[in-house]
């Protein structure tokens, strides 16, 4: 690294020295995650990808750092409020818990009840108040008002960006070589601090920040363009902000940050593959900059990128539905329809098909109301393939006896 930085200033916030002295700052009190090469999926993509282990952190996410960052400089004793949807809760009740100061976090009324119940585990008063962050904001400081509390904002706050700032520290400590580092954008903390942070570096890093298509509120900003949000639910929860932030904004701009889009169903993908391929479990936003090298695999191409999985707290029952989506995109879990006479020995006949073509078949249901004749019966079966291609010899193998089959589609 060399002594080069940014300077503060209205216009631009957060300086390289900034980082560094909230890196000491902070030191010991967080893990230092490791930066590892994928092979697999540098295979997979064209670029040599290097996995930063955000997901790892005590608090399931890199939150942790601006939080702690942030919460050195309030008072001893005095009592903070805070919104958030779940990773930013975890890291201010935690830290705050550390620390002596008692925290309040607003939380949406339809957050997970997981986040939730950690939220407290963690120590602090949980108020459920609103139908998304924007709502759960304006409760916050209603609170703060209320008992005399200091506001902690997720994202457009100089220390905490300056917290979040450390992780691209430590990445171009671990791996200087890097070319780009890759990471989810929602208000554009991280995204900030990375991008100070590699200012500083001995040669060029690109910072690439990833939205998920609907909710694209810092790409639009910084493109000049009127909102494309197409906002409802989305698998990338934690990126899921309407209004990015002011201070995130500009040094976005400063240090010409680019903010791809990538639909929902690159983040499931990736979220899958991160479970498959690297054993590691991350939320859709920790995932989106993997959906950004496979939905733009030219831009990335043999560059040296490190991905920040940058958290790991997804809903138990959100992963195993894109898990299951997963592998039928894949083509490995398929739906197979078969009619047959309703006689004696037709189920084992379509088992034994099957079995010959090394398929293995996990799920049968029966349905005799649902074919077209009084004397015939309908199996819906989902089968276990490798791949698509499986999944059609296994089908041609049963039209081959004759009988009528077809793949469905989830």
Same mark, same amino acid.
């Given at each position: &690294? ?6 503060? *200033? ?11 002295? =909230?890196?000491? /700052? ?33 608090? @399931? ?5 601006? =939080? ?10 005095? @009592? ?15 830290? @705050? ?7 309040? #976090? ?33 409760? +916050?400081?209603?609170? =703060? ?6 506001? #902690? ?21 671990? !791996?200087?070589?890097?070319? &780009? #580092? ?8 991280? /995204? +900030? @601090?990375?991008?100070?942070? =590699? ?17 694209? *509120? ?24 309407? !209004? ?25 993908? /990736?979220?899958?593959?991160?479970? !498959?391929?690297?054993? %590691? ?9 993997? +959906?950004?090298? &496979? ?5 990335? +191409? ?27 995109? /894949? ?39 649902? *074919?077209?004749?009084?004397?015939? %019966? ?33």
């Amino acid at each position: &690294m060399t002594d080069s930085s940014v300077p503060s *200033s209205p216009d631009v916030p957060v300086s390289l020295d900034d980082i560094r002295r =909230a890196g000491e /700052a902070i030191h010991g009190s967080l893990e230092r995650t490791p930066l590892t090469l994928s092979r697999t999926l540098s295979e997979i993509t064209g670029a040599t990808v290097h996995l930063k282990f955000e997901n790892l952190q005590y608090t @399931g996410s890199f939150k942790g750092r601006g =939080a702690r960052h942030r919460l050195l400089t309030v008072a001893p004793g005095h @009592g903070v409020v805070a919104m958030s949807a779940g990773n930013h809760a975890q890291g201010v009740a935690h830290h @705050g818990a550390l620390l002596g100061l008692p925290t309040t #976090i607003v939380m949406p009324e339809n957050t997970p009840f997981v986040k939730v119940a950690r939220t407290r585990d963690l120590g602090a008063e949980v108020v459920l108040a609103g139908a998304d962050v924007e709502e759960a904001a304006v409760r +916050a400081h209603e609170l =703060a008002d209320e008992r005399g509390l200091e506001f #902690i904002h997720p994202f457009d706050d100089p220390a905490v960006i300056a917290g979040q700032g450390t992780v691209g520290l430590e990445m171009l400590e671990q !791996e200087p070589a890097l070319d &780009m #580092i890759v990471t989810a954008v929602g208000g554009g903390g991280l /995204a +900030a @601090g990375l991008a100070v942070a =590699a200012s500083g570096h001995d040669r060029p890093v690109e910072i690439v920040g990833v939205q998920t298509e609907r909710y694209p *509120s810092m790409a639009d900003e910084l493109a000049g363009r009127a909102s494309t949000a197409r906002a409802g639910s989305t698998v990338a929860d934690g990126i899921a902000v309407t !209004e990015p932030g002011r201070l995130t904004s500009t040094i976005l701009a400063e240090h010409g940050v680019d903010v791809l889009v990538v639909p929902e169903a690159a983040i499931e993908q /990736a979220i899958a593959m991160l479970l !498959e391929i690297e054993k %590691t479990v991350v939320e859709g936003a920790g995932a989106a900059g993997l +959906a950004a090298l &496979m939905t733009y695999p030219d831009r990335f +191409a043999g560059k040296r990128v490190g991905l920040v999985l940058s958290g790991g707290n997804i809903d138990p029952r959100t992963l195993s539905v894109v898990t299951l989506r997963g592998l039928a995109v /894949a083509g490995r879990l398929n739906r197979l329809r078969v009619e047959l006479d309703d006689v004696p020995g037709r189920l084992a006949l379509v088992a034994d098909l099957i079995a010959r073509e090394a398929a293995n078949v996990v799920e049968v249901d029966h349905d005799g109301l649902g *074919s077209t004749g009084a004397r015939s %019966t309908v199996l819906e079966l989902r089968i276990d393939t490798l791949d698509a291609e499986h999944a059609e010899r296994v089908l041609e193998a049963i039209l081959a006896e004759g009988l009528r089959a077809e793949l469905v589609d989830w």
